[in-house]
């Protein structure tokens, strides 16, 4: 059974250009979230998801990022035009029911030229 | 604003010696939950304790609760090499129905062979 897996675990791109960061949650686990972790800091949440719905998105800046959990495949996070202050390590979780612990993946380290 | 709090942010110690680090947070909580992380890795869950409960332990973990003073403690006793790793204390806060987590800065524990 594997666990919530996250691609690519690396990623570079210049400025202005966008980042797809995708995420599968784990088997039988239909509530994904997205963190931000920033270098030598904990954890910020973003945005919480349920199968084409979102949820909470109150930790998700306003503009240029996105998600999405369509019914078929990955959640998606989306960041346009990036800029510098977007490089961080994004992580992923998900969990089988709200008040359950979640499954972290290894984390999308996100970096901008 | 910062939900969780931990101290010490560093923490050295010798292989065998015990390890405690200390959360603290300021609003009222559905529970608490600690994690592991290793360099460059995501999140393995170690623990959830709940409002209600006061004491959990699992293997050489020890987590207690205060919801008077609101704070929180993982004790790590016997500790080996292997343990070194960053530790993170996260709320799910009690007005929260969403099951997002807010993490603390996390304190860094170095043990020593």
């Known amino acids: 059974n594997a666990g919530v897996m996250q691609n690519p675990r690396h990623l570079v791109r210049r400025r202005g250009q966008e980042a797809r960061l995708r995420c599968s949650p784990m088997?039988?686990?239909?509530?994904v979230y997205w963190y931000r972790q920033l270098p030598e800091e904990g954890l910020k949440f973003m945005v919480y998801?349920?199968?084409?719905?979102?949820?909470?998105e109150s930790g998700m800046p306003k503009e240029r990022f996105s998600a999405e959990f369509p019914k078929e495949g990955p959640s998606i996070l989306r960041i346009q035009q990036v800029v510098r202050g977007d490089s961080a390590a994004y992580f992923c979780?998900?969990?089988?029911?709200?008040?359950?612990?979640?499954?972290f993946g290894d984390g999308t380290r996100l970096s901008i030229l | 604003s910062q939900q969780g709090e931990e101290d010490p942010q560093a923490l050295s110690i010798q292989e065998g010696e015990n390890a405690t680090m200390n959360c603290s947070y300021k609003?009222?909580?559905?529970?608490l939950q600690w994690y592991r992380q290793n360099s460059g890795r995501g999140l393995v869950h170690l623990i959830l304790?709940?409002?209600?409960?006061r004491e959990k332990h699992s293997g050489r973990l020890r987590v207690t609760l205060d919801t008077s003073k609101k704070s929180s403690s993982l004790l790590i006793t016997a500790s080996r090499a292997a343990d070194t790793a960053s530790y993170f204390c996260?709320?799910?806060?009690?007005?929260?129905?969403?099951?997002?987590?807010?993490f603390g800065q996390g304190t860094t524990l170095q043990v020593k062979p």
């Open positions: 979780a998900s969990s089988p029911t709200l008040r359950d612990s979640c499954i």
């Open positions: 088997k039988g686990h239909s509530h």
């Open positions: 998801l349920q199968k084409e719905n979102i949820i909470d």
């Open positions: 609003t009222s909580i559905n529970n």
């Open positions: 304790i709940r409002s209600n409960e």
């Open positions: 996260a709320t799910d806060p009690g007005s929260s129905n969403t099951g997002k987590l807010i």
